[in-house]
């Protein structure tokens, strides 16, 4: 029989992408070369190439969306007299992350107390 994990799920609306790699620093993954300094024999630790988010693990998933896109309640009308609905973006660089019981979540709570980003209303959601 397969053990039930909580899956808790947290909904993110950055200002821009940029703001969303700041905030979402626990989850990147710095890649490092361990060497022996031969002097000391101390174990040396060496970045290797650029740090990267790390999507999925057996803890959790980040789920990028960007931006978000919706109807303004406005039809247009195009060169061949077809009516649209017209869309714009909503505020906000979008990112859905699950956590699996309690994998990372102080680190997931801390986003949205030092970034403040939660949206009331997310428009896409985990199922």
Do not use: C
């Given at each position: 029989?397969?053990e039930y994990v909580k899956k808790n799920d947290f ?32 174990t040396v630790e060496t970045p290797d190439g650029d ?77």
């Amino acid at each position: 029989m397969t053990e039930y994990v909580k899956k808790n799920d947290f909904y993110y609306a950055f200002t821009d992408e940029s703001a969303a790699a700041t905030a979402l620093q626990p989850f990147y993954h710095q890649p490092v070369i361990t060497s022996v300094d031969e002097e000391t024999g101390e174990t040396v630790e060496t970045p290797d190439g650029d740090p990267y988010l790390v999507k999925h693990s057996k803890g959790h998933s980040i789920d990028i969306i960007g931006v978000i896109h919706e109807a303004t309640g406005v039809m247009l009308t195009d060169d061949e007299g077809m009516e649209y609905p017209e869309i714009a973006p909503v505020p906000g660089w979008h990112v859905n992350l699950r956590i699996l019981g309690d994998y990372m979540r102080a680190e997931a709570e801390a986003i949205n107390t030092d970034f403040g980003v939660e949206p009331a209303t997310p428009h896409r959601t985990w199922l």
